[in-house]
């Protein structure tokens, strides 16, 4: 009957499903943030017409608003767009007789140089451990040269240079006969760049990739990019058909929109992040870490993630009617408190709920410090008692049981007398919080 009220309730707001209404501001928000993130506009509106149209009608999460659930599912669309699991790199078989290829492409500035040191570096600290040999390609520039060599260097790592009056195409052939005999196992070039895309750039790495034959053509695409991203690509993979890509200078507060251009424009995954100018610096590309920081609503993801994760919906629905009806009993505190275990802290769980800001940090330490003592305390209780707390509270034999309960618990009477009140308490703000959420809070739009 309580699960039924409550479900009631909820469809008298009209919040139990996904409805064009009820997720309005919610779509709203999210097309600014995928737009402040450079996101692609054509990618940003066929998102939110394909994620709309599957998610309407879908039943609201207990405990969570539409709007919230909106976000998630499009977050959940984003990481799936983006490839579900980090791709590794391309390595050949020990048994082969040809080296591992990897070739860099790029526009210039874009980190290619820099890319290349950390992925040497990156290969030489795999399980098993790579040999590799950096080539350097960029004839244009001797500083471009020299970079790669003190690079290489500093990680301790061969580099393979012709000078600049060397064809890129041959010192690159060249470079993979050099590593068959001196038994490097991974060759990773780094190439020229140009500031803008122009048909000599694509045409020189045609020929390299011809003259080499990679197992790998990864573009190297600065984060800061934005929108041209998509362009980029496209160019770059029209050309030479790229394999995936390295997402450079993440640790700019750039929110990574390019990503999601480069998977959805060339369909190939981001293999790794650049997250500084160090050679350490450089992370496997993991795609629901990306969504969450394109959309940037961290919060609203956990916060409906936590619940979609630990809470049993019937199970939900039914504590917090009873909180709101405050005929909350020592069962329901034991499942509740187990939940909150599960979901973190009481505070922190509290905080992510919109319309719970009310709520002091002394309430909810205090909230939380009575839960852990009153659990030692109803392991002492009888069942009947867990299930009728009036037992405890207004029967004539309260007293005497609750002198047994301290006893088995180890604990004083005077702590069991206080977890009755502490209990009376929780149960009376439980019913005032839970009135709140079923409220709704402020609007049931996301924050
Ligand atoms: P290339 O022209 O494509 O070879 O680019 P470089 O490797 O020479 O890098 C251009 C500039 O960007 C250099 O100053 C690098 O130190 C810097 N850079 C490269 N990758 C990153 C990164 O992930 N984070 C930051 N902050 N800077 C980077
Ligand atoms: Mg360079």
Redesign the pocket.
């Known amino acids: 009957l309580a699960g039924q009220m409550s479900e009631t309730m909820r469809k008298l707001q009209g919040s139990d499903k996904l409805t064009e209404k009820n997720v309005e501001s919610s779509v709203k928000e999210v097309r600014r943030a995928l737009l402040d993130a450079d996101v692609n506009l054509k990618v940003v509106n066929s998102l939110i017409k394909d994620v709309k149209a599957r998610a309407l009608g879908e039943k609201v999460l207990e405990g969570v608003k539409p709007g919230q659930q909106f976000i998630k599912i499009i977050y959940d669309e984003l990481a799936r767009i983006m490839g579900s699991e980090a791709t590794p790199l391309a390595r050949k078989d020990a048994s082969a007789e040809s080296p591992t290829v990897i070739l ?1 492409a ?13 992925l040497a570096l990156y290969c030489k600290s795999e399980a098993k451990p790579r040999r590799v040999l950096l080539c350097a390609c ?1 004839v244009y520039r001797p500083a ?1 040269i020299e ?1 790669l060599k003190t690079l290489g260097a500093s990680i301790d790592t061969e580099v393979f240079a012709m000078g600049t009056d060397v064809e890129p195409e041959r010192i690159a052939r060249e470079a993979i006969s050099y590593a068959k005999k001196n038994k490097f196992d991974t060759v990773i070039v ?1 190439t ?2 140009r500031q803008v895309i122009d048909t000599k750039l694509m045409a020189e790495l045609k020929r390299v990739k011809n003259s080499v034959t990679p197992d790998e053509i990864l573009l ?1 695409v ?2 800061m990019t934005g929108q041209e991203a998509a362009n980029l690509t496209r160019a770059f993979n029209d050309a030479v058909g790229i394999t995936g890509a390295i997402l ?5 507060d750039t929110r990574g929109g390019a990503a999601l251009s480069v998977k959805q424009v060339s369909g190939r995954p981001i293999k790794f ?5 160090k050679v350490e ?2 992370e496997p590309f993991y795609p629901e870490r990306m969504a969450s920081r394109i959309l940037g609503m961290g919060d609203v993801l956990s916060f409906v993630e936590k619940a979609q994760e630990q809470m049993d919906e019937a199970e939900a629905r039914r504590l917090t009617q009873k909180m709101v009806e405050a005929k909350f009993d020592f069962e329901d505190f034991v499942k509740q408190t187990e939940m909150i275990t599960k979901m973190g802290s009481l505070g922190g769980m509290m905080k992510m709920i919109p319309g719970m800001a009310g709520i002091s940090d002394a309430q909810l330490t205090a909230a939380e410090r009575q839960l852990k003592l009153a659990r030692s305390l109803i392991n002492s209780m009888t069942r009947s008692e867990r299930r009728n707390p009036d037992l405890l509270i207004k029967d004539r034999t309260a007293r005497s049981r609750l002198q047994r309960i301290a006893a088995g618990s180890g604990r004083s009477s005077k702590d069991a007398s206080q977890l009755i009140s502490d209990f009376q308490r929780m149960r009376t703000m439980m019913a005032r919080m839970g009135k709140t959420m079923m409220d709704g809070g402020p609007g049931a739009a996301a924050p």
Do not use: I, P, R
């Not at 992040?273 to 100018?277: F, L, R, S």
């Open positions: 860099l790029g526009l210039q500035g874009a980190g290619k140089t820099t890319a290349a040191a950390k960029d471009a970079q780094d020229a760049g190297v600065d984060a450079t200078k993440l640790d700019g992040v650049g997250v500084g100018e610096k450089l």
